[in-house]
T-cell receptor, first 112, second 114 residues
Framework: DQQVKQNSPSLSVQEGRISILNCDYT??????FLWYKKYPAEGPTFLIS?????DKNEDGRFTVFLNKSAKHLSLHIVPSQPGDSAVYFC???????????FGKGTKLTVNP | KAGVTQTPRYLIKTRGQQVTLSCSPI?????VSWYQQTPGQGLQFLFE???????NKGNFPGRFSGRQFSNSRSEMNVSTLELGDSALYLC?????????????FGDGTRLSIL
């Protein structure tokens, strides 16, 4: 049973436009959420995180939104750049645990 | 600051053999976690070590084991290898307990079972 779901396997956007990646979760005990970016042949790179006490966190071009009632989070990238093309993973943990539960990823392609 | 280092990067083994993978965390990081990535199952948590003790364990058989040394370096061992163990094995480290610190990943060890 997948506790973290990324329902879109792929997303294609034009350079300069907004990329919105979505993630849903089922475990209401999750209280910390992270987004990672992964290039081929490399490990995941941490992008941004959010605690369940917040509903928004920004870092430069990246913003994560959390809707606890809907058990949904999203990552916005504005403006999108070709170098953002990668697989994006959503992850969650509960109660201070180091155990991360990952979604299966969304492959983002930013076209020049 | 050096990142998480995993060795070797690539490994080929045959069924029934055993394998040991190594992970050196970022300097000062005390928690080390291991994950398995496969095309079908995605990234799955194996176990986490802190202060040489296993604190969390995922749903993997006992053939998968690990340990952590006093310098926080960690190894994972897989015995009696099966074809389904072919995967990318990723190690991640974080500074301390609490889960509010993001984990930082190495580039992984690609294990292929023939």
């Amino acid at each position: 049973d997948q506790q973290v779901k990324q329902n879109s396997p792929s997303l294609s956007v034009q350079e300069g436009r907004i990329s919105i990646l979505n993630c849903d979760y089922t475990n209401s005990m999750f209280d910390y959420f992270l987004w990672y970016k992964k290039y081929p042949a490399e490990g995941p790179t941490f992008l941004i995180s959010i605690s369940s006490i917040k509903d928004k966190n920004e870092d430069g071009r990246f913003t994560v939104f959390l809707n606890k009632s809907a058990k949904h989070l999203s990552l916005h990238i504005v403006p999108s750049q070709p170098g953002d093309s990668a697989v994006y993973f959503c992850a969650a943990s509960e109660g201070g645990s180091e155990k991360l539960v990952f979604g299966k990823g969304t492959k983002l392609t930013v076209n020049p | 600051k050096a990142g998480v280092t995993q060795t070797p990067r690539y490994l080929i083994k045959t069924r029934g053999q055993q394998v040991t993978l190594s992970c050196s965390p970022i300097s000062g990081h005390r928690s080390v976690s291991w994950y398995q990535q496969t095309p079908g199952q995605g990234l799955q948590f194996l176990f986490e070590y802190f202060s040489e003790t296993q604190r969390n364990k995922g749903n993997f058989p006992g053939r998968f084991s690990g340990r952590q040394f006093s310098n926080s370096r960690s190894e994972m061992n897989v015995s009696t290898l099966e074809l389904g163990d072919s995967a990318l094995y990723l190690c991640a480290s974080s500074p301390e307990t609490g889960g509010v610190q993001p984990q930082h990943f190495g580039d992984g060890t690609r294990l292929s079972i023939l």
